[in-house]
């Protein structure tokens, strides 16, 4: 009788001990679950983290775009920097001939001769290889297409505040330079659309509307009729136009140098050039370049 009570008692205490076993496993599950929970918390928390990196990486290749139009940037400010040293230069040019001291007007002559070239290579250094590539290739191509016109190198137009970059060299036809119409426009903001139908071009700035039409010298400024004294042109597959009249008519303002027909292009708030004895003719001209008076 003993014995059986003794035996009862202890599968009564095995039964309570497996009972207290099994509880304790199934509640330890859901910790271990939360566990895991707070582990893939720690795992999303850790994607977390590097989200934020790989935006940082895209924003370093952004910050490496910034950088490249910074360059750009840059290098236009440092040619306009040059292009303010010049005209400072022949201002100078100026009073030393007016005061008949040649010696110095001779330095500065040849100081200005200096900027000159210096900007030129700014120019040349604003085209990769390959667009001087293709510029050359152009420049054969129209010469062998039209005789009668004459190839100007593409550091003859000289843009200050804008890098100015032209699809085709620009070209002289009768005493006159002519430049791609769409490329000069769009450099300096201007809207340019094409009407196959009509052969027309028009471009559009500050609210100002020039018409032009293929083969006709008739230009209409908000439709006011001018005659630029020599027809739109069609070299190399663009059009071409003059470019002081282009100029003019875009607010801006064609200055050119009598000496090497280089052909400067800024703004119409700048400041004029003091006397054509600094080298830059801003009235008649020469008869390679443009008369910017008439735009033509």
Request: proline fraction near 3%; avoid cysteine; glycine fraction near 6%.
């Amino acid at each position: 009788m003993k014995n059986t009570k003794r035996i009862m008692a202890m599968a009564i205490v095995l039964v309570f001990m497996f009972t207290v076993v099994m509880s304790t496993a199934v509640f330890a599950a859901p910790v271990n679950g939360n566990g895991a929970a707070k582990d893939a918390e720690k795992v999303k928390g850790n994607d977390k983290v590097v989200d934020p990196n790989i935006e940082d990486k895209n924003k370093v290749k952004v910050g490496e775009d910034d950088t490249t139009i910074t360059e750009e940037e840059k290098a236009v400010k440092e040619k306009d920097k040059v292009m303010d040293q010049k005209k400072i230069l022949m201002k100078q040019l100026i009073e030393a001939r007016k005061s008949g001291n040649l010696e110095a007007a001779a330095l500065l002559q040849t100081q200005v001769r200096e900027y000159k070239e210096q900007l030129k290579q700014m120019v040349k250094d604003s085209y990769t290889a390959e667009e001087l590539a293709q510029l050359d290739q152009a420049a054969a191509a129209i010469q062998a297409a039209d005789p009668t016109l004459e190839v100007l190198p593409i550091d003859k137009v000289i843009a200050k505040g804008k890098s100015l970059k032209l699809d085709i060299p620009p070209v002289v036809k009768d005493g006159k330079v002519l430049v791609p119409i769409r490329a000069f426009s769009q450099a300096y903001g201007a809207e340019v659309t094409w009407n196959a139908e009509l052969h027309t071009i028009t471009i559009i700035k500050d609210g100002v509307e020039i018409v032009l039409k293929t083969d006709s010298s008739t230009v209409f400024v908000n439709g006011v009729a001018t005659d630029i004294g020599l027809p739109v042109k069609g070299v190399n597959g663009r059009n071409v136009m003059p470019v002081g009249f282009l100029a003019e008519k875009l607010g801006l303002k064609a200055e050119v140098d009598p000496e090497d027909g280089t052909i400067e292009i800024e703004d119409e708030d700048e400041d004029e050039a003091a006397d054509t004895t600094t080298g830059t003719d801003t009235t008649t001209g020469s008869d390679t370049t443009t008369d910017t008076t008439t735009g033509n």
